[in-house]
Nanobody
Framework: QVQLVESGGGLVQPGGSLTLSCVVSESIFSFNRMGWYRQAPGKQRELVATITRGGTTNYGDSAKGRFTISGDNAKNTVYLQMTTLKPEDTAVYYC????????????WGQGTQVTVSS
């Protein structure tokens, strides 16, 4: 069973920075794509950023220019570096892994809370 464990969330002031980590129970290269999504209260889950096995990245509009996704296969870890945080970034952030072989398999972590507030 694939497990994804997020960490690094917390309370940060507006304008601050935070780095989230997602440790995966298998090599991140075994997945076609890794990503971060977030869900604020009363809102749908939305894309933050994804990274493919080949290193191609994609960002949601709210993350462009402020967040950076990266992966370290030696540590089986995917990171999300967040800068210039805004109150509207407050949400539960979820790590996601997608494997596409004969069938598409999608895995989620339990989420980590990020609160941006003064």
């Amino acid at each position: 069973q694939v497990q994804l464990v997020e960490s690094g969330g917390g309370l940060v002031q507006p304008g601050g920075s935070l780095t989230l980590s997602c440790v995966v129970s298998e090599s991140i290269f075994s997945f076609n794509r890794m990503g971060w999504y977030r869900q604020a209260p009363g809102k749908q889950r939305e894309l933050v950023a994804t990274i493919t096995r080949g290193g191609t990245t994609n960002y949601g509009d709210s993350a462009k220019g402020r967040f950076t996704i990266s992966g370290d296969n030696a540590k089986n870890t995917v990171y999300l570096q967040m800068t210039t945080l805004k109150p509207e970034d407050t949400a539960v952030y979820y790590c996601n892994a997608v494997r596409e072989a004969f069938i598409r398999q999608t895995y989620w972590g339990q989420g980590t809370q990020v609160t941006v507030s003064s």
